[in-house]
């Protein structure tokens, strides 16, 4: 007999009799500890410096409940006219945005795929990105809202920007990733570089870049409702009113209605997307 | 293959006569959109301060540089705000977010019929309302202050979570759980033995993953009053003090910066 065997049989005849444990999610023993212990500690140390005012959250509670009872009796009808302006508003901001934010996008992840465009390029194209992820929307929002002005140019702008990183990300990785056979036989028959593009390498990332705008207008719908916050355009500006006048029949109907719009385009993505694969 | 014939010389096209004409179609539709949608925008605008934005950016730029180094000092206790809102949010969200997505799941619910479809509206609710809407709301009910932006952080957090670890639940291996049955385990002995094992390394990663999105989110709570850093930048928008944003909006990239690059170490070494 070898010796690792010999090494299985003794450990396997110390565990024999005893009853089979679950094994440990994190396999080191020290290091589990150390997790356990920090984490512990850091609980303790959060909890100790959050003020939290109970008798403000008792009081508040009451208001908590007419909220949630303003969810089964919502009011679209007193501010319709202002939540009808400020649901256009984020559509037609979304709408523009995602368009710019995708025709822009393109080239930017082209460029940004290692395996299309040469190292300077990919390196200006990989800070943009950067810069667009690293940037919140409504940080954006503020600083375009004091440069241009209130209104939907500003939310337009911002969702264009924040498009670019999030779709030019993926996107280039995905041409990173596609398959360079097929590329390189239309490159054979003496295709130009845009023939080359439009033949050898969209075709593979249609999909993914159908999907992805898709997502991605989702988002940007999702994120036009918060714009009006700061000033910039969509139905934001409505809710945030509504809440200050404390109206919350009136704000459980816009939420009602952001969350309709949300699931409508969830469920038309997933079908599209069901489509181009 | 769509062929065109002309003059007996056969070319190959993309696409037939039809196709290419309803393509067309699409285009013009797309087109005609965006160009209302356009036209929408540049009504509600005014131009002439956008006309004037290159001086204003210019203004802006030359206020708020340098950054005014010395306020740091003062952004200590929103940072550690920021990173309790975020980390205590993930937590509150994980506890409420693992049982709805067991009873999300197809394989797990308890019922497909009524169960399945409460557990996917509280899914899509959670996470389709941002949370700065979330802490808008808990502001107004629960007053100003970190734990509104705790419970705001929370709630959006429960939605995201919960669906991609319900997705995560549908695409365990069965046998697995049929092994565990077969032993004569219980319901929540198949659940522990058979299922939790599966997912667990699915679970670590969206953990740290919305973790990291929540430092990002929560950095700008502050703006509606939810407490954390975001409350100094709003403080220091209201009285114009561009050195003092400047500085912090270069604190927040920092933050977000080191989250990405803690959360992406994390995954690297889960999976």
Known sequence: MSAPDTADTTELSALLGKPWRKPAFVQRTWLRWTLILGFAAYLVAAYLTIEINWSRVYEGLERGKQFVLAFTNPDFVTRSGDIYAGMVESIIMTVAASVVGIAISIPIALGAARNVAPLPVYLICRSIIAVSRALQEIIVAILLVAIFGFGPLAGFLTLSFATIGFLAKLLAEDIESMDRVQAEAIRASGARWSQWINYGVQPQVMPRLIGLSIYRIDINFRESAILGLVGAGGIGATLNTSFDRYEYDTAAAILILIILVVMALEYLSGIIRARVQ | ?271
């Open chain 2, 1 to 271: 293959m769509p062929v065109q014939d002309r003059n007996g010389q056969k070319i190959w096209q993309r696409r037939s006569g039809r196709e290419s004409l309803m393509h067309w179609i699409m285009w013009l539709i797309g087109v005609a959109i965006f160009a209302y949608c356009w036209h929408q925008i540049s009504q509600a605008t005014t131009w002439f301060f956008v006309w004037d934005a290159p001086r204003i950016a210019n203004d802006i730029w030359t206020r708020a540089t340098p950054p005014k180094w010395e306020y740091i000092t003062q952004l200590g206790k929103p940072i550690w705000d920021t990173l309790n809102i975020a980390t205590l949010g993930t937590i509150i969200a994980l506890f409420l977010a693992v049982p709805v997505a067991f009873l999300a799941a197809r394989n797990t619910t308890p019922s497909a019929l009524f169960i399945r479809p409460i557990a996917l509206l509280i899914i899509v609710a959670t996470r389709s309302i941002n949370s700065l809407i979330w802490a808008l709301l808990l502001i107004a009910i629960i007053g100003p202050g970190v734990f509104a932006g705790v419970i705001a952080i929370a709630i959006r957090s429960i939605g995201f979570c919960a669906k991609l670890l319900y997705e995560a639940i549908e695409e365990i291996d069965e046998t697995q759980v049929e092994a565990i049955t077969a032993t004569g385990a219980s319901r929540w002995q198949v659940m522990a033995y058979g299922i939790v094992p599966q997912i667990m390394p699915a679970f670590a990663g969206i953990a740290v993953f919305r973790w990291d999105i929540n430092i990002r989110e929560s950095t700008v709570l502050g703006l509606v009053g939810a407490g954390g850093i975001g409350l100094q930048l709003s403080s220091s928008l209201n009285v114009l003090a561009w050195p003092q944003v400047s500085l912090i909006l270069l604190v927040i990239l920092a933050a977000v910066v080191i989250s990405e690059w803690v959360s992406a170490k994390v995954r690297g070494a889960i999976i």
